[in-house]
């Protein structure tokens, strides 16, 4: 692609396609730039276009968020595929892009800068040791929208290092960019705080020099999140006395009018703290001169500031640095008396955590942004979570004080809810929130709240105004303290009597028909975790039969949920029906004619525009625990879920849908393994031809569930696909596979599955050619993992055509070939073997190996056999080996594709148990004594005295179980 006027033209008509509510519009656009995206100069077409100030900016914009995604999907190039980018126009882009970035609109910078950031994942230091230069020159340009632009793109680029793991190479890299950045960085904090008192008077000056400032302290934190940097260390003074003053700065003309939006200083006075706060907990002893001055300081911040949710942020930051403060030993001091925690409770918890007019405009207007800060602990701070942060540490440390204090308060609450309840709600609310903040001591994600505070009965208190609150009559009423009640029977349901816990269903069931969509999205998350629980034996606490009374209500109420506006793609809702399916189990069966059509109704219409991952998830699954309940009484009834999927999923494979087609193998890999009939039906047939299509390879998400279709196709139809003349196109996806250290895994199951169970004839002429292509990846790029599957094959191998077959066709490749085998393969790696079934498959494998086969006895390969014997023993005997190749560290890592290509999700329902291939062999051991005791007399006493006496003993055990006597 030239870099022309013409192509320029074209490529800005797709953009502006992109952007077109018409899918049909908007669909074939994206597929277009998407097949040009690998031509040489299309990165650099797109930065052509997103820098010419006469194209519409809103089709720039598409072009600079294009370019994001392109450099997202393309940059980092995965083990064993072709580079996408020519190498020309990776060093062009590198050359161009920060000045483009700098000179451009604040819409284009972002997307720009973000660009920039993941080059710098994968290029920076090693590969685009220039970068930082190029920034730090531009400080000194005077231009605050250059430096903000500079100072953005260093704030994306170092923010990894607050949640990277200690490494070398991390080190390395930010020692690198300390020695350059450091000084500069320093300089301009301090140049900047300067000028805010140049330009004092100027409020658009101001503005942009104190988001400047915002985005420094930004900076600030990341370089120091690993570790205190030396440069830090000895340049604390200055950054701390700014940071200080920076608390106590007011600056009018930069207040905002709107509660809602933080402004600049609300920001800065925000990340300050955030910033002390990293140094009090990591860096105290050399934080300690300056700590008293920023309690002080951040106490009087808390006391000052108002209600309003700009200052959220603020006063969450300014909690934590408390909290922080308060569990350090050698601070405690500041806390334990009982006035300051008096005045503790009274001016900053207890108003923090009441229930302002802000958050009921929340938990009406804007429910899942509530629920996603409430129960799910979202990034988002709140004030009362920070509020109960600070009430956790304080307990921990001052428990009685803490509960003496509190108690009052309570008590006074829930008197004046008694008194007025309309009128009072919020002291209910208030007074439930101090006792689950109070009493929780140690808590987990899976099992709520497992340890309380002796001071506070739990179950009392539950019972006194938790369950009144939720039996009252109208399940709409209050909807605040509901939606608090259902959250404390789910936070405390580990501490709670399980009587209580599972008498209080028949209230969640209830209150699913509320039209607070919080509260029936409560209801159906705490019915989902009461279900979860485990007891003491690992199996659910909530059995089928205690719940046969309630199925009816309670599958009733989930899915009327899906109805109300709102909660049509509701993910807890979701998930509480895959558990009451999962728990209910066969008694599911009699709701299911009416309720499958409603869930393939919902697959019908998520699978038009897929936008709620977890929704999707549960859903499949739901379906796969269906098709498995039912089949397993039923296993006719595969017929009739195919019925009902066939056509919604016929519309996503032709739609190329890719959120959803790893979901559909896994399900139509399900129903074929459930067929009883060893045919497979004429529509799968139809489809088999597409699943060997090279295309769908690409998307790593497909690989793992297409490799277990192709499977349930060859355990079901080899005969129908050898009929289809097929075999080398499935010969053909193994060879892809087994060339790829990433997947050869998947490579080795489908090379398993065909020796299994196609005829020996039909595989012959191709043999030869796959074990040429074992000892090709063999030889030139050897992992552990490969080395593994590669025995665990040879041993199938012999399993299926016997020892004998196996060395003749190693041998035809190379004369002699199979004792370089015996002595790099099997001794060297045997120990590594993990999993069981792939343990026995290769105990007997090599057991054979030894008991079967005349040409191990013989010269040359005889003078294997003792050490080959001993491995094998060991192999029984000794514990797994876990070490690795060195190049194993070549893996790619997987989980960086995530977002930037759809991940493949294991339905857990879904999956099949491994089946044994060998269920006739009980005892591994007894295998090979029988086996020995076959060769002929005289041989064992000679082999026992080749091997140590360790093993010779072992191998003693297992002859005399199997009745065999050494002469």
């Not at 100069?41 to 930065?47: A, H």
């Not at 829930?414 to 609310?429: F, G, M, N, T, V």
């Not at 080795?748 to 599955?753: R, T």
């Not at 595989?763 to 593994?788: D, H």
Request: charged share 20%.
């Amino acid at each position: 692609m030239d870099l022309t006027d013409d192509n320029l033209v074209t490529l800005s008509e797709y953009l502006k396609h992109t952007l077109s509510p018409d899918v049909n519009v908007r669909r074939p656009a994206e597929k277009f730039l998407e097949s040009v995206e690998i031509n040489q100069n299309f990165p650099l077409l797109l930065l052509h276009l997103v820098d010419k100030s006469e194209i519409n900016i809103t089709i720039r914009v598409a072009g600079a968020v294009a370019f994001k995604n392109y450099v997202k999907r393309n940059w980092k190039v995965e083990e064993d595929t072709m580079d996408r980018i020519h190498i020309q126009d990776r060093d062009a882009v590198k050359k161009l892009i920060v000045n483009l970035m700098l000179h451009s609109p604040d819409s284009i910078q972002k997307q720009l800068s973000d660009a920039v950031s993941i080059i710098g994942k994968y290029d920076f230091p090693n590969k685009w040791p220039e970068l930082i230069d190029q920034m730090v020159e531009k400080f000194n340009t005077g231009d605050f929208h250059v430096i903000n632009g500079v100072l953005h793109t260093a704030h994306s680029l170092f923010k990894r290092y607050r949640y990277e793991f200690k490494s070398d190479s991390l080190w390395t890299e930010i020692k690198f960019v300390l020695d350059k950045f450091a000084q500069p960085l320093t300089d301009l904090f301090l140049a900047t705080m300067n000028l805010t008192q140049v330009h004092a008077n100027n409020m658009e000056a101001l503005k942009v020099i104190y988001n400047s400032l915002v985005i420094l302290c930004k900076v600030f934190y990341s370089l120091n999140f690993q570790d205190l940097p030396e440069f830090f260390e000895d340049n604390m003074e200055a950054w701390m006395r700014n940071f200080h003053t920076l608390l106590h700065v007011d600056v009018p003309s930069l207040q905002t009018t709107d509660g809602e939006e933080a402004g600049v200083i609300e920001q800065l006075k925000s990340q300050v703290c955030d910033n002390v706060g990293l140094y009090a907990q990591k860096y105290d002893e050399e934080f300690q001169p300056y700590l008293p001055l920023f309690v002080t300081a951040i106490w009087n911040l808390l006391t000052s500031t108002g209600q309003d949710p700009k200052y959220d942020a603020l006063v969450s930051n300014a909690l934590q640095f408390l909290a922080t403060v308060a569990d350090r030993a050698q601070y405690r001091h500041l806390f334990e008396d009982p006035a300051t925690l008096s005045s503790i409770c009274e001016k900053v918890i207890i108003p923090n955590m009441e229930f302002r007019e802000s958050d009921n405009e929340l938990f009406v207007d804007n429910p899942e942004e509530y629920i996603r800060r409430d129960i799910e602990g979202s990034d988002v701070d709140t004030r009362r979570r920070a509020a109960c942060d600070l009430v956790k540490v304080l307990s921990k440390y001052f428990e009685a004080k803490i509960m003496d204090i509190f108690g009052a308060y309570i008590q006074v609450m829930l008197q004046k809810y008694a008194e007025d309840s309309s009128k009072h709600w919020r002291s209910k609310d208030a007074a439930i929130y101090l006792v689950t903040s109070s009493a929780s001591k140690g808590q987990t994600q899976k099992h709520g709240v497992t340890q309380s505070s002796e001071l506070v009965s739990i179950p009392q208190f539950a019972a006194q105004h938790i369950e009144p609150e939720l039996a009252k009559p109208n399940v709409n009423e209050f909807p605040v303290l509901k939606a608090d009640g259902i959250k404390f029977i789910m936070t405390f349901r580990s501490i709670l009597p399980h009587e209580m816990v599972i008498g209080s269903l028949p209230q969640l069931i209830r209150h699913l028909s509320a039209s607070s969509i919080v509260v029936h999205t409560y209801a159906a998350c705490a019915i989902e975790k009461i279900f979860a629980l485990r007891g003491v034996d690992n199996l659910t606490i909530v059995k089928g039969i205690d719940i046969s009374s309630l199925a009816a209500n309670l599958l009733k109420g989930l899915f009327a949920c899906m109805n109300i506006s709102g909660s049509e793609e509701n993910e807890y809702v979701m998930k509480a029906i895959m558990r009451s399916f999962g728990i209910l189990q066969e008694a599911v069966v009699p709701y299911l004619a009416d309720l499958l059509p409603k869930l393939t109704e919902k697959l019908a219409i998520v699978s038009r525009n897929p936008s709620r991952p977890n929704f999707n998830h549960y859903l499949f699954e739901t379906l796969s625990l269906s098709i498995k309940i039912v089949c397993k009484t039923n296993p006719e009834a595969t017929g009739s879920f195919e019925q009902a999927l066939f056509p919604i999923f016929q519309g996503i494979l032709q739609q190329d849908i890719p959120e959803f087609i790893p979901y559909v193998f896994q399900i139509l890999a399900l129903l074929l393994e459930l067929r009883l009939t060893q045919d497979i039906p004429e529509p799968y047939m139809a489809l088999f031809p597409c699943l060997l299509s090279p295309v769908l390879f690409e998307r790593q998400a497909n690989i793992h569930p297409l490799i277990r279709l192709l499977q349930a196709f060859i355990s079901h139809g080899s005969n129908q696909i050898v009929a289809q003349d097929k075999t080398s196109a499935l010969l053909g996806v193994f060879q892809k596979l087994i060339a790829s250290k990433a997947n050869d895994h998947e490579g080795f199951l489908l090379i398993q599955s065909i020796i299994e169970h196609f005829e020996p004839s039909i595989l012959e002429p191709y043999m030869r050619q796959v074990f040429v292509l074992f000892f090709q990846r063999l030889s030139t790029s050897k992992t552990t993992k490969f080395v593994k599957g590669l025995i665990v094959f040879f041993a199938y191998y012999i399993i299926r055509y016997s020892s004998s077959s196996l060395i003749t066709i190693i041998d035809q490749i190379q004369p002699q070939m199979f004792g370089m085998v015996v002595e790099r393969v099997f001794i060297t790696d045997l120990q590594k073997i993990s999993g069981e079934v792939e343990r026995k498959v290769v105990a007997v494998g090599i057991s054979n190996l030894l008991i079967d086969c005349p040409a191990m006895l013989e010269a040359p390969y005889n003078t294997y056999y003792p050490r080959l014997l001993a491995k094998l023993v060991e192999f029984f005997e000794l514990p797994q080996d876990q070490s690795l190749l060195p190049e194993d560290n070549a893996f790619p890592e997987l989980d960086d594709a995530v977002g930037y290509q759809v991940g493949y999700s294991q339905l857990i329902c879904a999956r099949n148990p491994r089946k044994d291939p060998l269920q006739n062999i009980g005892d591994i051991r007894l295998h090979l004594a029988q086996g020995l005791g076959r060769l002929s007399p005289g041989h064992l006493p000679g082999l026992l005295g080749q091997i140590s006496q360790a093993n010779a003993n072992h191998l003693r055990n297992y002859l005399q179980t199997a009745g065999i006597t050494v002469a």
